[in-house]
């Protein structure tokens, strides 16, 4: 295997990279599936949002279901939220 093909496929296989993707993506794909819009369009013009669920989805490794509180934080309810939001279409 070449020098680039080992570097491309350490990149490609990094498990903090694909958690890191796949929060960000999945964050984004609740809004364009439940609201209908994208992060910024308005109300929330700064990403405000976007990035609040972003944390709660990282603070927790995307995998746990932390005290209620800290509502929000596994992707079922983070997509729960999304569903009843008053937002959502």
Known sequence: ?????????????DQ???T???NRAFVLIQYFGYLRRNPND???TDYTGYDFWLTKLNQFNGNSIPDRELLGSHPRTISSVFMVSSDSS
Not at 1 to 13: G, L
């Open 1 to 13: 295997m070449t020098a680039r093909a080992q570097a491309v496929r350490q990149v490609a296989e």
């Open 16 to 18: 903090d990279l694909n």
């Open 20 to 22: 890191s993707e796949f």
């Open 42 to 44: 308005p109300q929330d």
